[in-house]
């Protein structure tokens, strides 16, 4: 099919809360979206409509009819993120569909909060799987196709600025954030010195807690703590229109970026008017750059290495 008029966003992980939100704005941004998750519903018989989104009636069944019925263009795709087929499917399937791909986001993700000692090998996995397997799986399922695009492209990360209190309390969900946010840092570098000016990779993270379905449950009596999900989306759109220089390889937070762009008054974000929520956050972050960071000594390459021993 002829490509789509309008620029593509591929969301994954956008059946309620932060994922839903992104989408219902990049939709009323110009995009055509395609949400994707695994959760689906009988959506022109949920009631009430739209459902409480960071609720289990949220899907993208629900999410795809909110933003058509608002004017917008979506399509919703299953996925297992867990399952590379699956993927591969789901980044075809929206290439089918639209005829290309210019954004990428990768909001699915899986949370387990505790120590070593009470995280099980099974909920190990889980999290390995969901979300650095599944934002890797992704990433390589989309590549051929910004290739085709003539490497123009943008991909979004929800992970975290790297530094070590984030791993206190909950190592085994650090270990595969802080991964996704390594991809972000490596796959930039290796866009630089491969000449692909046109693709910027960029992580984003909270730098205070958003209402969604993950905050729901402990959060509910200090909602004056937390912040709209719109937030989340606004930092996003900014990012998309930042020049690729401006983004590409950056671990950035929502409020931090936004500030950056000029925005100051944050009141329109709080869920409990004229509250002050907690920053989650630090303010500084530790430099990942060290002064011998183009030194990269002889290139190995292990594809040459392979094809030499053949």
């Given at each position: 099919?002829?490509?789509?008029?309008?620029?593509?966003?591929?969301?994954?992980?956008?059946?309620?809360?932060?994922?839903?939100?992104?989408?219902?704005d990049l939709a009323k941004s110009g995009y055509a979206v395609v949400v994707a998750a695994k959760s689906t519903s009988d959506a022109a018989n949920t009631h009430p409509f739209p459902p409480d989104p960071n609720s289990q009636q949220s899907t993208i069944s629900t999410?795809?009819?909110?933003?058509?019925?608002?004017?917008?263009?979506?399509?919703?795709?299953?996925?297992?993120?867990?399952?590379?087929?699956?993927?591969?499917?789901?980044?075809?399937?929206?290439?089918?569909?639209?005829?290309?791909?210019?954004?990428?986001?990768?909001?699915?993700?899986?949370?387990?909060?505790?120590?070593?000692?009470?995280?099980?090998?099974?909920?190990?996995?889980l999290l390995q799987r969901v979300n650095v397997e599944g934002l890797y799986g992704t990433v390589q399922a989309?590549?051929?196709?910004?290739?085709?695009?003539?490497?123009?492209?943008?991909?979004?990360?929800?992970?975290?600025?790297?530094?070590?209190?984030?791993?206190?309390?909950?190592?085994?969900?650090?270990?595969?954030?802080?991964?996704?946010?390594?991809?972000?840092?490596?796959?930039?570098?290796d866009w630089e010195r491969e000449g692909k000016k046109g693709m910027a990779i960029t992580s984003i993270w909270p730098a205070t807690a958003i209402q969604s379905a993950a905050t729901e449950n402990h959060d509910k009596e200090n909602v004056e703590n937390l912040r709209k999900a719109t937030i989340y989306s606004d930092a996003i759109l900014a990012m998309l229109k930042a020049p690729v220089e401006g983004v590409n390889g950056c671990l950035e937070l929502d409020e931090d970026f936004l500030r950056k762009t000029g925005v100051t008054d944050f009141e329109k974000y709080n869920i409990v008017p004229g509250s002050r929520p907690r920053r989650i956050?630090?303010?500084?972050?530790?430099?990942?750059?060290?002064?011998?960071?183009?030194?990269?000594?002889?290139r190995v390459d292990s594809n040459n290495l392979r094809t030499s021993k053949l």
């Open positions: 099919m002829a490509p789509s008029a309008k620029a593509v966003a591929l969301i994954v992980g956008a059946s309620r809360g932060i994922g839903r939100q992104v989408a219902i999410v795809q009819r909110e933003i058509r019925e608002a004017g917008g263009e979506a399509t919703a795709v299953t996925v297992d993120t867990r399952d590379f087929e699956s993927v591969t499917r789901m980044v075809d399937e929206t290439v089918n569909i639209y005829g290309r791909l210019d954004v990428l986001i990768y909001n699915s993700g899986a949370i387990w909060w505790s120590s070593v000692e009470r995280t099980p090998m099974k909920r190990f996995q989309a590549l051929p196709h910004f290739a085709a695009n003539n490497w123009k492209g943008r991909v979004i990360v929800v992970s975290p600025p790297i530094y070590s209190r984030f791993f206190r309390g909950k190592t085994a969900y650090a270990m595969g954030k802080v991964g996704m946010s390594v991809l972000t840092k490596g796959l930039a570098m956050m630090p303010a500084q972050f530790p430099s990942l750059t060290v002064k011998e960071q183009d030194d990269e000594g002889k």
